[in-house]
């Protein structure tokens, strides 16, 4: 996937907009099959998965033994004692050899089965994008709610349509086999022409996604990083049991100090990766995301910083060059559709 | 493609332009390979008039959705002008990075250095052979 097929501002307008089509197969899946596959799960997610139905996605995280985040992932239950992990690109092997570890020293009956290379995925992001994709389907899209998936041919082949992604827009992620992808590529090119479909890449993907206050694993999240530093408290079910969990209840009973947050530049100037960030000529944290963004027009980042001064509307700095440049604590996501 | 490069100003190796001015100055400004390359820009950081810079010292910064890029000086001098339309309108230098779009003036310190610099045919002929 490229950085960009045209220009990044373009494209993310058109996502916006109209509808954009984002080759996504470097991403991994998991299969997980068997009668405890459920149990594995419940102890290695965060996340409480035992009222998840079939067809019902979920998102969830995976923590080390210190709490600290290995990926955040999402969860498809294809039947019972049947799933499917969508995991990050960067820690995919990492992911895959902590959850089979697990699964041998548990020695819960299920199989795990690396399918990255065999599955292709799409994601068709933006307002049209159901109008575009149910030219290529008979499964009613009207009908597929949020978070959910169905299991229709696309172009008349074997696929999984998943009414979700990562750019805070109406869209679908598209499953199918590695060597039918390209051919579901074109073909949903071309049933989007006359909806102002355009191929979108990297650049795109990552303003979208920042612009609604998504997070990115291995940039904004690591696994020094726990759920409960950064907005993702809601992934995290304490009436159960996971790996992770006793860390992750000392820490909050120690007391959280940092936290991630949203800022905003009130000065001159585009915050990114890297930069620091202070308050009151005192070093509080980090630039973790940074971008001008396409939409507010305006520069807008994640910063990990010191818990103290996280309250909207802290006026901070930014070290950017050898400039301070003012900014502010801002609520999460700077974007949301209007629906 | 990339518009032609003027033959009325001189090159240099990091896609800068300089052109002679009337009063004895430079003007200075990023090539439209160079804008092409650097794609939407939508931040540019102009020094402050006055600033003394030498040879390939960062002059100025443009920014893209995705990337930070250091505009280098061409050659040694003093910052006596800047740009300050680029500072509402960045795209400028996307439009017209050979006239609009132009970056800063300087005076320049040592006019015998400008030999060091490409003429629009030199500069034309790395072009190919970086995009070769």
Known sequence: MPVQYTNVIDEHRTTRGAAGLFDICHMGEIEVKGPQALDLLQLVLTRNLADQTIGQVKLSALLNEEGGIIDDLTVYKMDENSYMLVTNATPKDRDWQWIKSIQQEEHFSCTLEDISDQTGKLDLQGPRSEEILQKLTEANLKTLRFYHFCEPPVAGFPAIISRSGYTGEDGFEIYAASDVIDEIWDKLMSAGAQSGLKPAGLGARDTLRLESGMMLNGQDLNESISPLEVPYGWIVDTHKEFIGKTALMARKNSGIGSKLVGIEMTGRGIARHGYKVFHGGKEIGIVTSGTFSPTLNKAIGLAFIDITFSAPDTEIAVAIRDTMTAAKIVKLPFYKRSK | ?132
Request: cysteine-free; proline content about 3%.
């Open chain 2, 1 to 132: 493609m990339s518009k032609q490069n003027p033959k009325d100003r001189l090159y240099s190796r990091d896609h800068e332009w300089i052109k002679d001015d009337d009063k004895g100055t430079v003007i200075v400004g990023i090539t439209d390979y160079a804008q092409e390359m650097l794609t939407d820009i939508v931040f540019v950081d102009l020094p402050e008039i006055g600033k003394k810079v030498v040879a390939h010292a960062t002059v100025a910064v443009v920014e893209s959705v995705k990337s930070v890029s250091d505009i280098y000086a061409p050659l040694g001098g003093e910052v006596i002008d800047v740009n300050t339309r680029l500072e509402e309108t960045p795209e400028l230098i996307n439009q017209d990075a050979f006239g609009e779009g132009w970056i800063v003036k300087m005076r320049l310190s040592d006019a015998g250095e400008r030999k060091m610099l490409l003429s629009a045919d030199d500069y034309d002929e790395m072009l190919k052979e970086e995009k070769s």
